[in-house]
């Protein structure tokens, strides 16, 4: 869409905006005219959070008869065991989760999942129960201003458009960047410096005092 | 001797063309027109690479529509010559009531440079330099003082005691290189962007010595990018493949922005360190920030008024 035909849709709206304020002051009613109008000036295309990862049960180290991995249901196990309301790191189970890096606070595994629903959905502070699929909701019961600032477009990753009436944008989940059980961000390597066409490049990682 | 004829008393007079002066005025000649060739011998090789329309080429504000076309046209031929790519060289103008913003958390950018290596990739850039319109600092904690940055750290990232701060074009309000300058070829357009006409500008270099944030980039030779590599779709005013000896800088990436989009940068950003809109949207991102965080800007007392905000999370 062009600049002049968006001025030009604009300017229709507001005359639109104004007709529709001058008639429903003298019939107090709503035209459909007036209804148009506002649909199409605040037509706003969406943003979408992408999918976070869901556990698809866990894996086991046996094979099926086709040769594919086996992976259990929470509930397998967890129905028949007893929640362990002290369990906090993978080292205090002796079956399953061996290995799992956690470093997350002081929380349990209990903080966040439901032992009331087998382990099978996560677990609100409240007691409720909470599907993984709406995990955000739990991360930002703790992380109130990350969740402020994430709600207000400025945390988490995203790509698509600024301008909402042109296009829409998909950001990127808690989950993308967080592993939930060890959320500190990752260090990595970073992609090269542009090379500086005088100077090599120094990689002695010091500043240049 | 017998005829009685007198002796030619001046024979040299005789044989004026042969003589000394005549020697002389012809050396004189010859090597006027060898000094002559020789000047005029680089505008010959020149005049090869640039066609009659180019060196007549008007200032882009100059141009009329139908002469815009034709020179868009001309410039996406000779790309199809030189790297035998197809690309789309478009114009997008400022769009009416928007002014461009951007902000940078510096509280959880981590020095990937993914943003720089998206500049590179999106604006065409030199491959053998690794150009970027974007230098990361690595910043010692405690303070902002450039003197102790490095933006050439190659170790991972984020280091203890460390921050990380991308500084490019800051878009100012009041731009010091608009000033500097001496042709008109690089200006502020109304929704705040500073553009250069790349076929406006002589390469003078002042803008880059100007510029208090270091932002310019001067093409020491024409960009080298393997034709695969070529992003095909390219603003006049921004991506398109800089000829040799001119000046370059962030654009925001107008032909993307003001189509609506993000900027590459920010789409490249895993961390979501970065903000982009229209900062007289009340309900932008950009606004919220502006006005709900602590912002500053770089330099603030040299009176530049950058559209490029920084902060930290509380």
């Known amino acids: 869409m062009t600049p002049t035909s968006i001025t030009s849709w604009g300017f229709i709206a507001a005359v639109c905006l104004m007709l529709g304020c001058q008639r429903s002051e003298s019939s107090g009613g709503q035209s459909p005219l007036v209804v148009a109008a506002e649909s ?33 249901q929470c509930s397998a196990c967890h129905r028949v065991r007893a929640a362990n309301a002290t369990t906090a790191q993978s080292t205090d189970l002796d079956e399953f989760h061996q290995g799992l890096k956690f470093a997350h606070g002081q929380l349990t595994c209990i903080s966040c999942h439901d032992a009331n629903d087998n382990y099978s959905s996560l677990r ?17 019961q703790c992380h109130g201003t990350q969740f402020r600032d994430y709600q207000h477009g400025s945390h988490g990753g995203m790509t698509g458009h600024w301008d909402l009436t042109r296009g829409g944008r998909e950001r990127n989940h808690c989950l993308h960047c967080h592993d939930a059980h060890a959320p500190k961000y990752p260090t990595f390597t970073p992609v090269a410096a542009p090379r500086d066409r005088f100077r090599p490049v120094v990689s002695s990682g010091v500043s240049h005092e | 001797m017998s005829s009685g004829q007198p002796l030619p008393s001046l024979p040299i007079l005789d044989q004026e063309p042969t003589g000394r002066r005549g020697f002389l005025k012809a050396c004189g000649a010859t090597l006027g027109l060898a000094a ?18 180019e060196f007549l080429q008007k200032h882009y504000r100059e141009l009329k529509p139908d002469e815009k076309q034709a020179v868009f046209r001309r410039l996406e031929a000779d790309c199809k010559q030189d790297h035998g790519v197809d690309v789309t060289i478009s114009d997008p103008q400022a769009i009416p009531g928007v002014q461009f913003a951007y902000a940078l958390n510096l509280s959880i950018c981590i020095g990937c440079r993914k943003c720089a290596e998206a500049c590179h990739i999106e604006n065409n850039h030199d491959r053998a330099t690794n150009n970027s319109y974007i230098r990361v600092f690595e910043m010692v904690m405690g303070g902002i003082d450039f003197e102790k940055g490095d933006a050439t750290y190659d170790h991972p990232v984020p280091q203890p005691g460390k921050f990380y701060m991308p500084v490019q074009c800051q878009q100012c309000e009041n731009p010091p290189c608009v000033t500097a300058c001496p042709i008109e070829a690089t200006w502020q357009e109304k929704d705040g962007i500073v553009v250069v006409d790349y076929n406006w500008c002589i390469g003078c270099r002042y803008c880059e010595a100007a510029c208090p944030y270091h ?5 020491w ?25 001119v000046m370059e800088k962030c654009t925001f990436c107008l032909h993307r922005t003001r189509e609506g989009k993000m900027p590459a940068c920010l789409e490249a950003c895993p961390t979501g360190a970065r903000v982009f809109g229209n900062i007289l949207d009340p309900h932008s991102e950009i606004r919220w920030v502006v006005e709900n965080k602590r912002t500053f800007v770089l330099k603030e007392e040299l009176g530049t008024k950058p559209r490029f905000y920084y902060f930290f999370d509380e």
């Open chain 1, 40 to 72: 199409a000036a605040a037509k706003r295309h969406p943003v979408v959070i992408r999918k976070p990862p869901v556990p698809q049960g866990v894996p086991t180290a046996t094979l099926d008869p086709h040769g594919k991995p086996v992976s259990l």
């Open chain 2, 215 to 219: 932002a310019r980039r001067f093409n």
């Open chain 2, 221 to 245: 030779e024409a960009p080298q990018i393997p034709a695969e590599e070529i992003n095909p779709d390219q603003g006049y005013l921004s991506n398109r493949i800089r000829p040799q000896g």
């Open chain 2, 36 to 53: 002559w060739a020789t000047a005029l011998k680089p505008l010959t090789e020149w005049a090869q690479d640039v066609s009659v329309e």
């Open chain 1, 124 to 140: 609100l502070a409240d007691g409720r129960s909470l599907p993984f699929t709406d995990s955000m909701r739990l991360c930002a």
